[in-house]
C-alpha cells in the first residue's frame, strides 16, 4: 500500500517528471544509500545525482536546478524549490498515513481520572496516568509509563512519548512532541537562605510552564515551571536532548537550543535564535533576535547578546571574529615563548 | 478556604499591621503582577512599594525600614526581617494546608510487596512499584511510575515525584524532595580494563547511597551509589537538574548545586559550598567549606580548592581576580596584534 | 551460603595459598575499611598491605610481586598478574550465583504484546510494557516501568534497569546493562528551515540505533537513532550518566565516555577511544582509535583527531602539551602586565 508520487506532490507541492512508468506504492523515505524499490530519496546538487540514478529508489525530489541533468532519468522526479524540505515533507505524509492504522483509544492499564477530558482519537498508553482535570486534545496521542499531572491542559495531533512526566498546571499546544524521559514543569532552583542558620528555604515555585504549538522537547530534557509567574515555550522552536530551561524563562518563536545546553531563570531568548550544544547562560540573559550562539558558549549573568545572523562564541561569549582572533594571538604568544628558552 | 495575616504570622513569625480590615481569606502567595485579592506578595526595597500598593495583593511583606513609608498603606502589611524568607515561608504554611486535603492512601495500581512497610499518612501513586523491605515514612508521598528498590528506605514527609528510579538500599532523611525522572543508586562508572584483551570489566559497585534530611534534587538528575562504601549527600544540600554525583562523593551540609553540574567520583564537597551550573569536577577533587565556584568552571582531578567565601573562575578553575586578568591581558594582546598588522 | 577461595580461583583464574583454616563462605566483596568475615578484598601494591591483613576480610586478592610479604599472613590469598580485575572477577561470580535466586517470569502487572517474544529464562518486572514483536532474550532482566518499543530486539543475559524507554526498532546486543531512566532510540536533532515562513520542519528521523554485545549505558543518557540510516554503539563501549549521542553516530568497540559528554550527529569514535566528561563534539568529527580526549574539551565540526594513545585537552582540543603551553603563556602575560602598572 503506497502512493503515486504525483498523489504525494499534490500534497507538498512540486513538479513531477515521469520516467520509466508510474508506480503507485512509494511508502517510504530512505538515504541513497539504503532505499528500496518503495522508498523515494532526495538531492540537493550534482554530487549525489548519480548515486541517486543508480540507486533502488522508486523516485528522486531534486532541484530544478538539475532539470537538464535528469531530463534522461530513467527514475520519476519531483523537481522543488528546496529538495530537503519537500524530503521532510513527503515523510510525514507517509507516515502519518501509516499511523492512522495503529491502535487507538484507552489502553485498559492507563489510569485516568473520571474529571480528565479525552479529546477525539486520542491514545492513552499502558500504564499512563491522567489525572484530575486534565484535558488531552484530538488525535493526541499518549505512550506508556507517562504521567500528566492535575490540570494540565495538552492540544490536538501532540506526541508524547514513554515515561514522560508532566508536573499539574503545565499547558502544551497543538502538535507538540515531547520526547521520552522529558520533565516538564518541575519546581525551579529557587531557595531563600536564613542567615540566622545557612540553611536554605524553598521560594514558592508555584507558576506555570506554557509550550506553544508546534514546539519539540528532546529526550530526557527538563523544564521547570515559573516560580511565581511563567515559564514559555514560543511556537514552532525546537530543544535538543538533555536540555535545561530553569524557571520564568522566555524563549520565543522557531528557537532552536542544541543538546545538553543550561538556560538558567528569567532568560529571554527571542525569536529565530539558533543556540548550540552544551552552552550556559546566566540568570536573566537576554539572546537577541538571530542570534547565533556557538556551543559550548557561556553568557555571563544579566548579560544582552544583540545581532541578527551575528555569531558569538567562546565563554564568556564574545563575537566569533574576536574569538578567533584571541586564540590565534594564544597559540603565537605561547610559540615565541616557548622559541625564547 | 483561608487563613488571615495573623495567622500567618502566629507560624512564621513577624508584626502585622492591620490595613483596611484584615481579610481572613489569604490562600496564596504571587507575583506583584499577577496577585490578585487572595495573595501575599513581598518587598525588599523601596523599589517595587508602589506597585506592591497598587496590586490586587490582600497583603505586602515587608522589611522593618519600609515602616514609614508604609504607615498609611491601605493594604495590612507583615513586617519581617527577611521579607523573602518569610513570604517563603507563607507559600509553604498556605500549601501545606491544602496539601492536607489531598488523597491519600496506596493507589490500587501501585505494587506494593508485601515485606515493605508503608507509614502512616503516606501515599503510593497509581503504577508506582514498592519493593520488598522497603520503608516509607509517614507522611511521605510518592508520585506515579515511580520504582522503590529493594530495602530502600526513605523518611517522613518526602515527596518523591513521578517516574523516580531509586536502586536497592538506597536511604533517603526526612522530608527529602526528589523531582521527576532523577535516578539515585545506580551504578558508578568503573572498569578494569583487562590488558590482554584491552576489554574493560566492570568494577563491583555495590555500595549504597545516602541522602540525609531535607535534601532536595532536580529532575533527571542522577546519583551513583559507592562502589563498595557510599556516596553521601549531606543534610540540607540542593541540587538543581541534570546534576550528575559520581560514585562515593562526599557533599556536605547546605551545599547548593546549579543545573548540569557533574562531579566525578571520589569527590569531597565540604558545607555550605556554592557551586555554578555546568561545573565539572576531576576525581577526588576538594572543594571547601563556603568556596563559590563560577559556572562551567572545571577543576583537574586531585585538586583542592579552598577559601571560605572566595569565588574561583575558569578552566582550569582560579581565583576571580586572576581569571579576570587574564581575559583582559589576552583581550589587550589580541587587539595590540591586529594593530601590528 | 559461600564460595571457598579455591572455588572461586577456579573460576576466575590465580594461585591460592591457605591461610589459617580455608573457610568456604566467602559471599561478597568490599573495601578494606567496610569488610567483614566473608568478604574479599584486594591490593595492588604495598601501601594497603597492613590494612588488608589487619582487615576482618577472609581473603586478599594481591599480586605476586608481593608474595614475601604475604608468605606469613594469617589470610587465605589469591595470587593474580592484574588484582583489581581480578577482584572484579570475583565480585561478578559471586554476584551471579546469587541473583539465580531472584525471581523470574513475567510479574502479572507487565503489559506483554502476544506478539512479543520472551526467552527462556528471561524476567519482565511490574508495570513494564513490551510491545509488538518485540523479542527480549534468554535470562535478560526487564526492570519495572521500562517500555520496549515495537520490533525492539534485546540479546541474552541483558539488564535493562527501571524507566527505561527504547524506541521501536532498537537492537541491543548480548550482556547489555541500561541504567534507569535512558532513553534508547528517541529522533535525532534534524530539521529543515522552510526560507519562506522562518519554521523549522522535522527531517524524518526513521533510521534505527544498533547496540552491541557488553554495552553499558548510564542513568538518564540518551542515544538518537539514525535519521536515515543507523547510529551504533560497538561491542564493549561504556557509556557514563547523562550522555548524549547524536543521530548517525558510530561509535566503536571499548570506547569509554564518561558523564554529561556530548557527541554531535554523524561523528565516528573509533575503538578504544577515552572521552572525559563533559566534552562536547561537533557534527561529523573523527576521533581515531585510542585518543584521549580530557575533561570539557571541545572539538570544531568536522575536524579530526588522530594518535594512539595521544591526549588532547581544551576548547578547541589541541595536544596537551600546546593546551598546557598556552595556560602558562596567558598567566605568565597576565602577570607581566599587571606588574607594568
Redesign the interface.
Known amino acids: 500500500m503506497g502512493y503515486s508520487l504525483q498523489e504525494i506532490a499534490n500534497n507538498i507541492g512540486g513538479r513531477v517528471v515521469r520516467g520509466e512508468g508510474d508506480p503507485s506504492d512509494i511508502s517510504?523515505?530512505?538515504?541513497i544509500?539504503?532505499a528500496g524499490p518503495h522508498d523515494l530519496v532526495f538531492i540537493e546538487d550534482e554530487k549525489m545525482l548519480s548515486a541517486a540514478l543508480q540507486s533502488k529508489a522508486a523516485g528522486i525530489i531534486a532541484p530544478e536546478s538539475l532539470a537538464e541533468e535528469l531530463s534522461k532519468s530513467p527514475k520519476q522526479i519531483l523537481f522543488c524549490a528546496?529538495p530537503?524540505?519537500a524530503?521532510?515533507?513527503a515523510?510525514?505524509f507517509v507516515?502519518e498515513q501509516r499511523m492512522q492504522d495503529q491502535q487507538l483509544g484507552v489502553?485498559p492499564?492507563a489510569?485516568v481520572h473520571q474529571d480528565a477530558k479525552i479529546g477525539l482519537g486520542a491514545s492513552i498508553?499502558?500504564?499512563s496516568?491522567i489525572h484530575a482535570r486534565a484535558e488531552i486534545g484530538a488525535r493526541t496521542r499518549i505512550?506508556?509509563?507517562v504521567?500528566i499531572?492535575v490540570g494540565v491542559s495538552i492540544g490536538k495531533e501532540g506526541m508524547i512519548?514513554?515515561?514522560v512526566?508532566i508536573?499539574p498546571g503545565t499547558r502544551l499546544g497543538d502538535r507538540v512532541?515531547i520526547?521520552?524521559?522529558?520533565?516538564l514543569g518541575?519546581?525551579g532552583?529557587g531557595?531563600?537562605?536564613?542567615?540566622a542558620s545557612?540553611?536554605?528555604?524553598?521560594?514558592?515555585q508555584?507558576?506555570r510552564l506554557e509550550i506553544h504549538d508546534?514546539v519539540?522537547i528532546?529526550?530526557?530534557?527538563?523544564i521547570?515551571r515559573g516560580?511565581?509567574?511563567a515559564t514559555v515555550i514560543g511556537r514552532?522552536t525546537?530543544l535538543?536532548?538533555?536540555v535545561?530551561i530553569?524557571h520564568n524563562v522566555q524563549v520565543g518563536e522557531?528557537v532552536?537550543i542544541?543538546?545538553?545546553t543550561?538556560i538558567?531563570g528569567s532568560c529571554v531568548i527571542e525569536d529565530?535564535a539558533i543556540i548550540g550544544?552544551?552552552v550556559?547562560l546566566?540568570d536573566h540573559v537576554t539572546i537577541g533576535t538571530g542570534v547565533i550562539l556557538g556551543?559550548?558558549s557561556?553568557v555571563l549573568t544579566g548579560k544582552i547578546v544583540r545581532g541578527k545572523g551575528e555569531v558569538y562564541w567562546g565563554?564568556?561569549a564574545r563575537p566569533l571574529k574576536?574569538h578567533l582572533?584571541?586564540?590565534?594571538?594564544?597559540?603565537?604568544?605561547?610559540k615565541s615563548?616557548?622559541e625564547e628558552k
Open positions: 517510504g523515505v530512505a538515504s544509500a539504503s528546496q530537503k524540505l524530503f521532510a515533507r515523510a510525514k507516515t489502553h492499564s489510569i498508553g499502558p500504564h496516568v505512550a506508556s509509563g504521567t499531572g512519548h514513554a515515561n512526566s508536573y512532541i520526547h521520552a524521559g522529558a520533565v518541575s519546581d532552583f531557595y531563600v537562605r536564613d542567615n545557612g540553611t536554605y528555604e524553598k521560594f514558592p508555584i507558576g508546534d519539540e528532546g529526550a530526557n530534557s527538563t521547570d516560580a511565581l509567574d514552532g525546537k535538543d536532548n538533555l535545561h530553569g522557531n532552536v542544541a543538546a545538553q543550561g538558567s529565530a550544544g552544551q550556559g546566566g556551543s559550548k557561556g565563554v564568556p574576536q582572533k584571541e586564540l590565534a594571538a594564544l597559540s603565537r604568544l605561547a615563548q616557548a
